[in-house]
């Protein structure tokens, strides 16, 4: 996995407990497709 990807995930899963459910699935989504993406 690209280092600018690992980055984003790493921030994306830190950031998503705070996050409301609205960003949390919004987040997830992303999540997922940086993980199937590789």
């Known amino acids: 996995m690209p280092n600018e990807l ?4 790493r921030m994306l899963q830190d950031d998503y407990p705070g996050q409301p459910l609205v960003a949390q699935q919004v987040d997830l989504r992303e999540i997922n497709q940086i993980r199937s993406d590789t």
């Open 6 to 9: 690992l980055h984003k995930l």
